[in-house]
């Protein structure tokens, strides 16, 4: 409800007896709030006999009760303040304001033009109760091209036809390790170069160093695993961002768990060649060195991570030749966690995907 005390325009009609009143929010004038009242008409029609009520000109489409200006002022407002703040200063209830955003939000984005995509990244985040959304992006102007929900290709099937229907050719798809992903990209755009890059390289390999870090952890007596508890991320944290005395204690449990120090060294030097090697073919000497250095270790999960090295390796080695990479979207993922944590959970996952479409081009997160 709207506060009492707002002005009020009354619109008369020619026919009171066939019409009905109806009352919408229009802008406050000074500090009121302004409300207009019409009796509007019930037409009858002469071929069915059903009623219908005139469509009135200032209102954004039929059924809301607030005006065009009132809506157009609350969207240009929503950068700057919270829904809560914009229901409050209008006196309108949180989910008229989220309703007036999210129908300016569907029309925005009612078709995303895929013309001239060449570069894109496929990436997976996952949104509480909700489950996963895998979020499409275009590489070049960082625009949200497509949210499926779920993971894999069935939250694909939808930007497939997209892909289809406008006959668009991608140069090169960055995604991570997963072989769906892979599989719908070799089916779907099997002229595109796939991309490996640096930062999916490296979180996998810091998800082998936490397995060995756990395992390690395992074989030992509980006064032991107090050495190892809570020192996850001194091991993987990139060296240069450890202060002095975190690097010390890092050389020192090193020397202590051999496994893990040699997990933790070969994964410097994995990280050491993105930025030594100027070119591909340098780049593809590091990588079987480094191959042949981990199989050489004997330890299992480095040994697999050697072999999904030499699996992947041209499509990893392709960073050089295009400098395209999909690390930003992981910044981009939080931004998302950040504004699903702040609104408590979407229950309406319509409006969450909207927002995420609007992301890249959001200022600020306003709730």
């Known amino acids: 409800m709207r506060n009492s005390c707002a002005t009020t325009v009354e ?29 509007l008409h019930r037409i009858k029609c002469k071929e069915c006999g059903s009623y219908l009520t005139e469509q009135l000109d200032f209102l954004p489409e039929a059924k809301v009760h607030y005006t065009k200006q009132l809506a157009r002022t609350i969207i240009e407002l929503r950068p700057e303040m919270t829904i809560q703040a914009l229901a409050k200063h209008f006196g309108l209830s949180w989910n008229t304001v989220k309703e007036i955003e999210k129908r300016y939000l569907k029309k925005k984005y009612k078709k995303v033009k895929l013309n001239n995509v060449k570069y894109i990244g496929i990436d997976e985040i996952h949104i509480g109760n909700e489950g996963f959304l ?18 894999g290709a069935d939250a694909l099937s939808d930007f497939t036809k997209r892909l289809r229907l406008c006959k668009v050719k991608l140069e090169a798809i960055s995604l991570d390790f997963g072989r769906v992903y892979i599989k719908w990209a070799k089916e779907a755009q099997p002229q595109a170069k796939l991309i490996f890059d640096h930062f999916h390289l490296i979180k996998l390999m810091n998800d082998k160093l936490d397995k060995i870090r756990r395992t390690t952890i395992a074989k030992l007596e509980e006064e032991e695993m107090k050495q190892l508890k809570n020192k996850r991320w001194l091991f ?71 072999k999904t090295i030499r699996k992947h390796i041209k499509g990893i ?35 969450l995907k909207l927002k995420i479409f609007d992301l890249p081009k959001a200022k600020d997160l306003k709730l």
């Open 134 to 151: 895998t979020i499409v992006r275009d590489l070049e102007s960082g625009s949200v091209l497509h949210i499926g929900d779920g993971k």
């Open 317 to 351: 080695v392709a960073y050089w030749n295009t400098g395209i990479t999909n690390a930003f979207m992981e910044g981009f993922n939080n931004k998302i966690r950040w504004l699903n944590k702040q609104a408590y959970g979407y229950r309406d996952i319509e409006y």
């Open 236 to 306: 993987l944290k990139n060296i240069e961002n450890l202060e002095d005395d975190s690097k010390e204690e890092l050389e020192n449990l090193r020397s202590i768990y051999d496994d893990l120090g040699t997990a933790s060294m070969l994964k410097e030097l994995l990280r050491n060649i993105y930025s030594i090697a100027e070119y591909d073919f340098e780049a593809e000497i590091a990588f079987d060195m480094w191959c042949k250095k981990a199989d050489e270790t004997g330890i299992s999960y480095l040994k697999t991570m050697a």
């Open 11 to 39: 619109v008369e009609t020619l026919q009171r007896p066939t019409s009905v009143v109806e009352s919408y929010g229009g802008l406050p004038m000074g500090s009121k709030l302004f409300d207009i009242k019409v009796n």
